[in-house]
DNA sequence: AACGAAAGGTGAAATAATGCATTTTTTAAT
DNA sequence: ATTAAAAAATGCATTATTTCACCTTTCGTT
């Protein structure tokens, strides 16, 4: 084997990374972020980046759902965001922090790579058009969640957690139906409220018959119903 | 006079965008954006760029305070951010964005020039450290907002209107006495409650001694009993 | 100076959300 | 398979927040 220093899980051929990174670089250059690549398995649970850390590698996350977390002094989490493989993640400190901001776990179990930043950087100061469209994955996954907090400051609870419902639907799972990868304590810091609040919500919305949950297991009965309450609620 | 077609309120070289740009960009190159460039003035309450429509500049914000405001579908307002010159306005759609995904309004006075996005770009990709450091302003603002999401999405109202305050007097109005610019109305919009909710609490804070208010004038006593309110309510 | 409109303010009733105690279910470990 | 621990669920008392009806002040206009 060529690569002495890991385990190689997947083929860099069939990488999004590469290929996307291919159309703007030489492959030469190319290799070089690679050489300098390490692949990596996170299990469901584990922290990929911590918050406040120094950072010196993002990850390209080639499979898996991650949460973007942040710590309160209080001890108190915040689910600022969610996000699902391809991404790139930890490029809020591409341009102007030193330390994490917030920490990225997996909520799914994750495969993905590290992008050496020094390295990145030096060939995309070289190169603006790679440039912007490594700043467009990375703000990409900023974007995403300013709708998420738009809607946590004027909306209530009801509203909120049938926001949610819609995001992983339509962002996530892409289906109606989904095994929630959160638990309940989860959904509450992603929702900014109690577990209890998010527990006796989605029990009143399967009553009402918009949803179908059974642990887990979440069927959207009635999308539009939930738009109506996203909207008014 | 050398510019017919619009008035000019103030002087180029004591500019402080000026000032950095010709730290990485050519004198040459700086004159070209000028030219492209108009003196704005805007009065309290005025509309600098618009939610939604499409967006062919910045603004140069050298004077003033600005809101950043987003309408949703139902009309009700929030605001996202509140920024004092000098900044760069507009700038979340350099990267990704081609509609205005919040509105730019003045809530005092402003002062300020257009910049070309399309030239700005132009001359960013030439030269990467310029379009590091132009991307960091941009960046700035919207990094001042994630922290108000976060106390908007865990904290209740008496620890959310701390916040406001405690922000406002820190990095606005940099002192523990100032004159309000947003109205009661305005301040429930950021604080994510409701009006009366923003008028009952700050009349408690005020019979409580943290601070005093009479009308728009705020007078923070006891900044950290205001920052222990910040992190217990 | 008088007027109307907008903003500021108040208190109380109705609604929403939290926190707690407790039970049930699920999950992981031995 | 058994047990312990964690997560989910429930109902209720307490607290927080909104909403409403109404009043006062401020401010710009005629």
Same mark, same amino acid.
């Given at each position: 084997m060529s690569l002495p220093n890991h385990q190689r899980f997947f083929e860099c051929d069939s990488c999004l990374f590469k290929t996307i990174s291919c159309q703007y670089i030489q492959k030469e250059e190319f290799e070089k972020l690679q050489s300098k690549s390490v692949q990596l398995r996170y299990k469901k649970g +584990?922290? /990929? *980046?911590k918050q406040g850390a120094k950072s010196t590698h993002f990850l390209f996350l080639r499979k898996g759902i991650i949460k973007f977390n942040y710590e309160d002094d209080n001890g108190k989490n915040l689910i600022l965001s969610i996000n699902k493989a391809p991404a790139l993640i930890g490029g809020a400190n591409l341009v102007? @922090? +030193?330390f994490n901001l917030f920490s990225v =776990? @997996? /909520? +799914?179990d =994750?495969?993905?790579c590290t992008i050496d930043v020094a390295m990145l950087t030096r060939i995309a100061l070289g190169n603006t058009l #790679? %440039?912007?469209?490594? *700043?467009?994955?990375i703000t990409d996954v900023f974007r995403s969640s300013i709708f998420n907090f /738009?809607? %946590?400051a004027h909306k209530q609870v009801n509203g909120r957690i049938a926001d949610i419902l819609i995001f992983l639907s339509q962002n996530i #799972? %892409?289906?109606n139906e989904f095994v929630l990868s959160l638990s309940r304590q989860e959904f509450a810091e992603f929702a900014g409220c109690s577990k209890e609040n998010v527990i006796h919500t989605l029990r009143k919305f399967h009553n009402e018959g918009v949803i179908t949950v059974e642990g887990k297991k979440i069927l959207l009965n009635d999308p539009e119903r939930l738009q109506r309450i996203s909207k008014h609620g």
């Open positions: +584990e922290v /990929i *980046l102007n @922090a +030193e =776990c @997996a /909520i +799914e =994750c495969e993905g #790679y %440039l912007f469209k490594m *700043l467009q994955f /738009i809607s %946590l #799972y %892409l289906s």
